[in-house]
């Protein structure tokens, strides 16, 4: 069983920063690839941003040029750099990791943007 947890997410005001970490408990180095998600209360689970086992990079329309992924193969952590963060950025920010014999889901981590 792979575990995966997030940490990072706070309150923080529009325009500011904020960096989130995904530490997954076993090596990701062959791991398919890993992806942040978030939901706002009332909506659906949204893919934030991906990035694959060779590093190719993905991301939501919303997000493109404010958010940057990353991942760290030996730390066995991905990261993900928000900046120009907006009100609408507001949610809970969940960590998943495709490995070859399964997906794993982080218990989520709050961001809230104030206007």
């Known amino acids: 069983q792979v575990q995966v947890m997030e940490s990072g997410g706070g309150l923080v005001q529009a325009g500011g920063s904020l960096s989130l970490s995904c530490a997954a408990s076993?090596?990701?180095?062959?791991?398919?690839?890993m992806a942040w998600y978030r939901q706002a209360p009332g909506k659906q689970r949204n893919l934030v941003a991906s990035?694959?086992?060779?590093?190719?990079?993905n991301y939501a329309d919303s997000v493109k040029g404010r958010f940057t992924i990353s991942r760290d193969n030996a730390k066995n952590t991905m990261y993900l750099q928000m900046s120009s963060l907006k009100p609408e950025d507001t949610a809970v920010y969940y960590c998943?990791?495709?490995?070859?014999?399964?997906?794993?889901w982080g218990q989520g981590t709050q961001v809230t943007v104030s206007s």
């Open positions: 076993r090596n990701i180095f062959r791991i398919n690839s």
């Open positions: 990035i694959s086992v060779v590093g190719s990079t």
């Open positions: 998943n990791a495709d490995y070859p014999r399964g997906r794993y």
